[in-house]
């Protein structure tokens, strides 16, 4: 089971596959259960899920390991409260519905209407992106933007993260993509607290 990460405000707790159909069916008790702390009042939402994972429950169901892989929760400790959420969109293998290539994995971010502006997403993805950089087999971690969305933008960088390229996205249009090494990482000013150990996701 993956580990807890603990950051000065928050808790990353992992995500399981009894976690996801807690949320795909509404079960809002039992999710709460689960993660120990209180849901935001939109959750639990389907299209939500869904979105986050890029896949069903039949796919993460056929290969949590993969599906989940490194996926977690942000919770406010003080409050016990979840807050939003970083994935990955599956482990560094390579291959659909993983990571673009070997040893590379995508990291997507999301954080509750209600706790938007208050710094969780540089917390969570920082602590995240150091966790996913120390794992074996992993090289690269990569992440997908629009130009309009500054705030994204803006929280990516923070985290050691330079942009790579330009793409189109199939809906959206035009795309940034950014990337962020072991080195770059390392580079970057990252507080003590984020070590003692979410683009969008939840």
């Known amino acids: 089971m993956d580990t807890v990460l603990h950051t000065e405000r928050l808790e990353l707790v992992p995500i399981t596959v009894a976690m996801v159909e807690a949320f795909l069916h509404g079960r ?3 999710a709460e259960a689960l993660v120990d702390a209180r849901l935001p009042g939109q959750w639990p939402n389907r299209d939500l899920v869904e979105r986050a994972f890029s896949a069903d429950l039949v796919a993460i169901r056929a290969n949590p390991d993969h599906r989940l892989w490194g996926d977690r929760v942000m919770v406010d400790r003080a409050l016990r409260r979840v807050v939003g959420s970083v994935v990955f969109h599956g482990g560094p293998e ?13 990291v997507a971010y999301g954080v509750e209407r209600d ?23 992993v090289r690269l971690v990569k992440a997908t933007t629009f130009p309009i969305h500054r705030a994204s933008r803006r929280v990516l ?14 809906v959206f249009g035009e795309a940034l993509e950014y990337e962020c090494a072991a080195v770059a990482r390392a580079e970057a000013v990252v507080p003590r607290a984020a070590l003692d150990f979410p683009s969008h996701g939840w």
């Open 28 to 30: 809002r008790a039992d």
């Open 94 to 106: 390579g291959g659909p519905g993983g990571g673009p290539e070997v040893g590379t994995v995508e």
């Open 115 to 137: 706790a938007q502006g208050k710094g969780y997403a540089t917390e969570g993805v920082r602590a995240q992106v150091a966790w996913a950089l120390g794992q074996e087999g």
């Open 157 to 170: 960088e923070k985290c050691g993260f330079r942009q790579a390229r330009v793409i189109e996205h199939d």
